[in-house]
T-cell receptor
Framework: EPEVTQTPSHQVTQMGQEVILRCVPI?????FYWYRQILGQKVEFLVSFYNNEISEKSEIFDDQFSVERPDGSNFTLKIRSTKLEDSAMYFC???????????FGPGTRLTVL | GESVGLHLPTLSVQEGDNSIINCAYS??????FIWYKQESGKGPQFIID?????DKRQGQRVTVLLNKTVKHLSLQIAATQPGDSAVYFCAEPPRNTPLVFGKGTRLSVIA
């Protein structure tokens, strides 16, 4: 069964460093998303992406964040200068159209020291 | 703000018993709902969905009930197993806007 994959599973970085979180969505899906979940809190939407551009973003997704689909398979989230409060699980999701269920990846645990 | 919410933050059930997890929504125009399960350290996983033209939908050991009059959803898990221990979210995937999750209900299964 096709699934969303994410790498790395755990990323540790120093405050102020740049990180890139990678996702490979399901191959025939057209809509891509990033969410984050701070430990013990709810899953929060960051950004949605369709047709090679951002379709919606939350207030969390400020200028420190960017997304890219550099090729036909990868979908990346970049945080330019990490802060302690960026420590969270980051989930990528995709779906074939925006009306149906989203398929989530296993997540990347980001720890900012 | 949130358009979906959950009545209880935690639920403990004995293995083999049935579990019922409840969810309320506020938008009477909502026409599609999804239940997700999130196990510790993993991403949310689709369990079952229901559209507003239905009152009930059954899957394998799970049933979702939709009461549009009081804007209430419930997820019933039959013969709850240890592997059912997780946080359960109801979500309302509105068209063209982000998926909104509530805090979830943590289901603990007591062996």
């Amino acid at each position: 069964e096709p699934e969303v994959t994410q790498t790395p599973s755990h990323q540790v970085t120093q405050m102020g460093q740049e990180v890139i979180l990678r996702c490979v969505p399901i191959s025939n899906h057209l809509y891509f998303y990033w969410y984050r979940q701070i430990l013990g809190q709810k899953v929060e939407f960051l950004v949605s992406f369709y047709n090679n551009e951002i379709s919606e973003k939350s207030e969390i997704f400020d200028d420190q964040f960017s997304v890219e689909r550099p090729d036909g398979s990868n979908f990346t989230l970049k945080i330019r200068s990490t802060k302690l409060e960026d420590s969270a699980m980051y989930f990528c999701a995709s779906n074939p159209d925006s009306y149906n269920e989203q398929f989530f990846g296993p997540g990347t645990r980001l720890t900012v020291l | 703000g949130e358009s979906v919410g959950l009545h209880l933050p935690t639920l403990s059930v004995q293995e083999g018993d049935n579990s019922i997890i409840n969810c309320a929504y506020s938008n009477s125009a909502s026409d599609y709902f999804i239940w997700y399960k999130q196990e510790s350290g993993k991403g949310p996983q689709f369990i079952i969905d229901i559209r507003s033209n239905m009152d009930k939908r059954q899957g394998q050991r799970v049933t979702v009930l939709l009461n549009k009059t009081v804007k209430h959803l419930s997820l019933q898990i039959a013969a709850t197993q240890p592997g059912d221990s997780a946080v359960y979210f109801c979500a309302e995937p509105p068209r063209n806007t982000p998926l909104v999750f509530g805090k979830g209900t943590r289901l603990s299964v007591i062996a």
